[in-house]
């Protein structure tokens, strides 16, 4: 059970924040900004066995997850976003770039801590302030980081982590006093948000579902390509976005590939997510369970062959063991459809051009990857894929300094990287008569006018 905050709790929650953004935070300099984002992905790093422990618990993924990827990069995103805290002039949008304001951030709940971070970070280090409503499934990670924001020492109001679902999630981005939402979810819930703040003032950036290519050339190291294959769509449990959740291979290694693919699969231990040696943990929710299990029902009646790791499933709790469909078209709702769960559907290509058609035919636009030796190829291949991410002989890396974000349905905006930053800022008004952003330190003394400089230089260039 969590508390649901109702209309007055999110009007306390952006009061608080749009005070805070007013009187402190926006007036600081980014020194200083940044020092407190240091202090935070310092006591992440302290705390990070118990932030682990918690999302684990939490969320089901394996603890090995949570301890060796979850947390290492949520600090990571900390601290990437403190050293910009400082470097604003250089994210590209020219002198003294100010803050929007309040910033509306709604989650899910398959990385609960990371996408925090994700949100928070480049919000803070740009002046802007906070409220943040984790999932309802897994609101734990969010309220202890809370926690951390205290021990940090952060002044009030800067960030405001509120819990609820759909609803509170709803009344905030819906909230006349926030200037931007940013959310990451589900498609169906994006275009809501899209509805609602359109006509509005508020920036809107959107980070939805996918329906990623993994693509097999018959030249892959094919060792690799099996790591990366089940790395691509087994990692916590397949409940990832960018996940390669279509595998195309193509047809001359198609039997080979599933072959050592089954026997990799055989190896993967299901089970308790807080054993250090389990592989795949738990699925999240029941809610999730059935949706899986609806749509490998799907593929079976679609006439896809099915196959599931031969393992036991822990009579306690939710699980769906390691899965792949073979035979499977991409007119099949397992090729469409984004199951978010630990199962891949197996398609065919014979030729570059068959299987770049292939990847592209889906409505989203979020992640790829290509296995091949030959760097040409894969540089062909992935200037024709619509996505925002394509791996190339890897899968599921991140870094902060990446900008990740989709094409089509899987929203628009980026994450990560100084693209990440231009979310949360915009460019500074020049007015002749002085600053119009809010921040306080900024002494016009100091600060040489957008407009001066780009004539003098188109004079430099004359001359
Ligand atoms: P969801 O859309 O159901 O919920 C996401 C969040 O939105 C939750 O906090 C929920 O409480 C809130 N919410 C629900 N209805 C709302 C509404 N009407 N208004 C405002 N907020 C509302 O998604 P989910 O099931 O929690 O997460 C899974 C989805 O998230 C998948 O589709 C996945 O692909 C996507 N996802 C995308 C990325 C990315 O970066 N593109 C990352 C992680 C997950």
């Known amino acids: ?180 939402v940013a959310f990451t979810g589900s498609t169906v819930v994006g275009r809501e948000i899209a509805r609602a703040v359109a006509g509005t003032q508020k920036k809107l950036t959107l980070e939805l579902g996918g329906k990623g290519a993994n693509i097999v050339f018959d030249d892959a190291p094919l060792d690799q390509a099996i790591e990366g294959i089940v790395n691509g769509i087994f990692f916590n449990q397949g409940h990832v976005c960018c996940a390669g959740s279509r595998l195309l291979v193509q047809e001359g290694i198609h ?69 792949l469909f073979t035979g499977v078209s991409t007119h099949h709702a397992i090729a469409r459809e984004e199951i978010f769960g630990p199962v891949l559907s197996v398609l065919t290509f014979r030729t570059p051009e068959e299987a770049i058609a292939k990847a592209n035919n889906t409505p989203y636009g979020l992640s790829a990857g290509i296995w091949s030796d030959k760097g040409s190829r894969i540089l062909a291949v992935a200037d024709k894929l619509r996505a925002g991410v394509i791996w190339a002989n890897t899968f599921n890396r991140f870094d902060p300094a990446s900008p990740f974000g989709g094409y089509k349905e899987s929203g628009y905006g980026r994450e990560g990287g100084r693209h990440g930053l231009l979310a949360y800022l915009q460019p500074r008004t020049w007015t002749g008569d002085g600053p119009v952003g809010q921040r306080g330190t900024v002494k016009m003394s100091s600060v040489k006018p957008v407009k001066p400089v780009e004539r003098s230089r188109k004079a430099a260039r004359k001359a």
């Open 255 to 323: 039997d080979d590939v599933i072959e050592r693919l089954k026997h990799r699969l055989s190896t993967l231990r299901l089970g308790d997510p807080l054993d250090k040696n389990t592989d795949i943990g738990a699925i999240n929710s029941a809610k999730q369970l059935a949706r899986i299990e609806a749509l490998s029902s799907a593929g079976e009646a679609e006439g896809a062959v099915r196959w599931s790791v031969p393992c036991r499933l822990p009579p306690k709790g939710y699980w769906f063991p390691p899965t």
């Open 1 to 180: 059970m969590i508390a649901c905050a109702d209309e007055k709790d999110v009007d306390a929650a952006v009061a608080a924040a749009r005070r805070a953004y007013e009187t402190v935070w926006s007036k600081l300099s980014g020194t200083d900004r940044g020092k407190y984002l240091f202090r935070i992905a310092r006591l992440i790093q302290e705390r990070s066995r118990e932030l682990a422990v918690a999302e684990s618990l939490d969320n089901g993924k394996p603890i090995k997850e949570s301890r060796d990827v979850d947390l290492p990069l949520v600090a990571a995103w900390f601290f990437y976003y403190a050293g910009w805290a400082d470097k604003l002039d250089h994210a590209g949008l020219g002198l003294d770039p100010q803050p929007l304001g309040v910033t509306a951030q709604v989650i899910p709940w398959n990385f609960p801590l990371l996408m925090l971070a994700w949100k928070i970070a480049p919000a803070l280090t740009a002046g802007n302030t906070v409220v943040l409503k984790p999932a309802e499934s897994t609101s734990l990670t969010a309220l202890l980081f809370a926690e951390i924001v205290q021990q940090a020492d952060l002044p009030p109001g800067v960030i405001n982590i509120i819990t609820g679902g759909g609803d509170t999630g709803r009344l905030l981005v819906q909230h006349p006093d926030v200037n931007k």
